[in-house]
């Protein structure tokens, strides 16, 4: 503090004043001239060296007292030899003070500008516990379905895929469960009838039907998407098919405990399913799915929709399908018969995120239908308000369908339902703006 250094100053001023003093005290006295006197001193006298005082000393290393010193004479000069720090310069009690004072003043400022001027011990750093990291972010939840492409819980997408054969004729209309599949594929059985298998894997209605009987074509959808296969009977080649090639077969006979029929409508148009019952039979069976996903993309609704009305022109008028653009919600809704295609019980008009028609040659071999499933050909992609002219490729049967656009690049699919309908040819596909 600078208390302390105005004090220790003081001291030192003090110190020397006193040492002032004690030399005063000790210097000799200045020599007296004579002149054969009395020992008077005589005016304009010259300067006479002191006498010389001879006194014996002591040099014994145990005798702490000097007794040779006197105030004067050569012993006192070798003293002062000895003691060269201490030895007093010629000066008046006055220069003497001053000098002091001077001496104190210089140590004073030396000292208090050593102490204003050091170097300051750094301030001790406490320890300071480091900030815990952040915890990780948590794992996701969610991914997108195999078969939808929409967002699911993880558990979710291990839950096997279920095929399903319903009924389109007039008489099984409005059919229940359309509405919720993930994916819809359309074509002719005979007769100029059209049929649906649907998919299913997040959503899973109670209530669909009316369930019909298989033929072969379908079949390689359902190897496509690695299904299990629910229908009521079917064609002697199909159910031959189901056999040799070791489906995941839900036949309604072997299982009518999953099955019921509805007494609102007359039979063969009046059999019922639900997802809960057809699953726990996989679980009992210990089927699971692994198929390769449709590709997915993010939507992209368009700003000036160039297809937003669209027509598949399958057979006839009872099994053509018409598609409007909805720019709310971004999908297609459908109409069938000249009225819009409705569920059971819901009401609810059914619409797609995705309606695909792929050009596929068709003959009919008897009464059933034939379709070239594998190869490639040209497809039709309306999504978005637009349509995009593709390309359809698949290896084998089971292989799973893909799509490149004109470019040769893959083309990808909406989430949500996809719609798909096979055409005999590419005339058979309309829209307008």
């Known amino acids: ?3 302390e250094e105005t004090y220790l100053g003081f001291l030192i001023t ?12 000790i210097r000799p006295a200045r020599p007296q001239s004579t002149s054969g006197g009395a020992g008077k001193p005589t005016p304009n006298s010259t300067k006479t060296s002191e006498p010389e005082t001879k006194v014996p000393i002591k040099d014994t290393a145990t005798d702490s007292k000097d007794e040779a010193v006197f105030l004067g004479g050569k012993v006192l000069e070798e003293k002062s030899k000895k003691l060269s720090f201490f030895k007093r310069p010629n000066l008046t009690k006055k220069q003497a003070i001053i000098l002091g004072v001077v001496l104190a003043l210089l140590i004073g400022g030396g000292v208090a500008a050593f102490l204003l001027t050091r170097d300051k011990p750094a301030p001790v750093q406490q320890a300071v516990e480091a900030p815990a990291p952040p915890p990780p972010p948590p794992p996701p939840t969610t991914e997108p379905s195999r078969l939808t492409g929409m967002e699911i819980p993880i558990e979710e997408n291990k839950t096997p895929i279920t095929g399903i054969m319903i009924e389109n004729s007039p008489d099984a209309r409005p059919q229940a469960g359309l509405k919720d599949a993930g994916v819809v594929v359309e074509m002719l059985v005979e ?13 899973k209605p109670d209530h669909v039907g009316p369930v019909r009987s298989l033929r072969p074509p379908y079949i390689d959808f359902v190897m496509a998407f ?6 009521a009977g079917g064609s002697g080649e199909a159910l031959a098919q189901v056999q040799s090639l070791g489906l995941k077969d839900i036949d309604h006979g072997p299982n009518g405990g999953a099955f019921r029929r509805s007494p609102q409508r007359y039979a063969p148009h009046n059999l019922y399913t639900g997802l809960p019952q057809l699953l726990d039979i996989q679980k009992q069976k210990g089927f699971s799915s692994t198929l390769t996903p449709l590709l997915r993309k993010k939507e992209a609704p368009s700003a000036a929709p160039m297809a937003k009305a669209v027509d598949l022109n399958v057979s006839s008028f009872l099994y053509n399908s ?16 000249g009225r819009p295609h409705t569920d059971e019980r819901s009401g609810e008009q059914i619409k797609s995120k995705a309606v ?4 596929m040659s068709h003959h009919y071999s008897g009464i059933y239908s034939v379709y070239g499933t594998t190869g490639s050909g040209k497809a039709y992609v309306f999504q978005d308000g637009n349509v995009a002219e ?7 049967r089971k292989s799973q369908i893909t799509l490149t656009d004109a470019a040769g690049q893959p083309l990808g699919l909406n989430p949500g339902q996809t719609w798909i309908t096979l055409v005999s040819a590419p005339d058979r596909v309309t829209f307008t703006p």
């Open 322 to 337: 018409h598609w409007d653009y909805d720019a709310a919600s971004n999908s297609y809704l459908r109409s069938m018969a």
């Open 14 to 25: 003090l110190r020397m004043l006193e040492y002032s003093h004690m030399l005063d005290d």
């Open 191 to 203: 007769g100029g009838i059209t049929r649906f298998i649907t998919f299913f894997q997040e959503s």
């Open 390 to 396: 593709a390309t359809w490729t698949r290896a084998e």
């Open 356 to 359: 695909v028609a792929l050009v």
């Open 1 to 3: 503090p600078r208390d």
């Open 226 to 231: 690695d299904a299990a296969i629910v229908h």
